[in-house]
């Protein structure tokens, strides 16, 4: 990874010194990764800087990740007046984890909006670098809570892991956790040196591994099973897919978050090149791509779903009826761009 430029940790700094309320958000459907980098980040500013600081979330936190959220320290938009007033008094805005506005979906006009300096910290491809003041972007990088470690021990006074309080170094190996499977994808050199910075800092994995791994419900176990038996299916072309709909979610009560690693699992099988992930929302499925080296999960979700990630890892949506009249016909949708994608890859 690259270095964070001393001359963008000068910035930062001088954007924290003056602001007076900073407003950090992260994308919509919260994973391990936003949560993790935007706790920390909040807990940084309030421990650490005593700046007026809240973590703004565009949907509820998963239960599963309920524990990382500091209630007192966040709003959520399912209550939108609250998160408006709080944009608009805010005098900074730091997003985590979302390379656009648009990754808030309902909240990205009034972010867009707002007249105060904005911060993105993001790893993913394409940041919407016209949209901000100054941003921090590698790709070559684990998570969010990985960049957002290295800026903070850049900044004044800080320099080690165990200078910061656990409330930033606990989330910050959560959310880099969960963004690298437990550190089966996305593990780069610094990531490790992180990981063991934050050990020897006093960190408890093994309590935060409880949490995220050893505390779920029934349900969960119940719906994967079926999943794999039930809704996979694999391609000639080794492309590994499954579509979670309606009836399916509410046959196993399956809540928010607890679907979340389905995806990864068809990519044990080693005729699979390309494990696909269908849950279905509101008017669209949501999309996951995962993939093997050598194929692209990015290009796919850039083609065929609305959207995009990193080489072996994205996402997306498939709508209906723009895409597809209706939920039923998404496996044959699947299979048809997949078979053209594998022929031109």
């Known amino acids: 990874m690259q270095v964070p430029a001393p001359a963008d940790i000068q910035r930062l700094e001088a954007f924290l010194a003056t602001a007076r309320r900073i407003c950090i958000v992260v994308h919509t459907h919260p994973d391990g990764d936003a949560l993790g980098s935007g706790t920390a980040l909040t807990a940084y500013l309030r421990r650490c800087r005593g700046v007026e600081a809240r973590l703004l979330l565009p949907d509820p936190a998963p239960a599963s ?12 938009a399912t209550d939108p007046q609250p998160a408006l007033d709080w944009i608009a008094s805010s ?6 984890d979302m390379n656009a506005f648009s990754r808030a979906e309902t909240l990205s006009a009034p972010l867009q909006a707002s007249a105060a300096r904005k911060v993105l910290i993001d790893h993913h491809l394409n940041p919407d670098r016209a949209s901000f003041d100054l941003v921090f972007s590698e790709t070559e990088i684990s998570s969010a809570s990985e960049l957002l470690y290295r800026i903070l021990l850049g900044l004044p006074g800080i320099g080690r892991a165990d200078r910061l309080p656990m409330e930033v170094l606990s989330p910050l190996m959560a959310g880099m956790t969960t ?76 809540q928010e978050g607890e679907t979340e690693g389905f995806v990864n699992l068809p990519l044990g099988i080693s005729r699979v090149c390309m494990s696909i992930f269908l849950r279905e929302s509101e008017g669209h499925f949501r999309v996951s791509v995962r993939s093997k080296r050598g194929v692209s999960a990015n290009r796919l979700a850039e083609e065929a779903f609305h959207g995009g990630g990193h080489e072996c890892a994205a996402g997306g949506k498939l709508f209906f009826p ?22 031109k890859k």
């Open 322 to 343: 723009q895409d597809i009249a209706g939920p039923e016909l998404a496996g044959e949708y699947i299979q048809a761009v997949t078979a053209r994608f594998m022929r």
């Open 179 to 254: 963004d690298t499977n437990n550190f089966a994808n996305s593990v780069f050199p610094s990531t490790l040196q992180m990981a063991s910075e934050l050990l020897a800092a006093g960190v408890d994995r093994d309590a935060i591994l409880d949490r995220l791994y050893h505390d779920c419900r029934e349900n969960r176990f119940r719906a994967m099973g079926a999943f794999l038996s039930e809704r996979m299916v694999i391609t000639p072309d080794g492309v590994a897919y499954a579509v979670l709909d309606r009836a399916f979610l509410d046959r196993f009560d399956v």
């Open 65 to 76: 990740l309920d524990f990382l959220v500091a209630t007192d320290d966040t709003l959520v």
């Open 91 to 96: 005098d900074l805005l730091v997003c985590l």
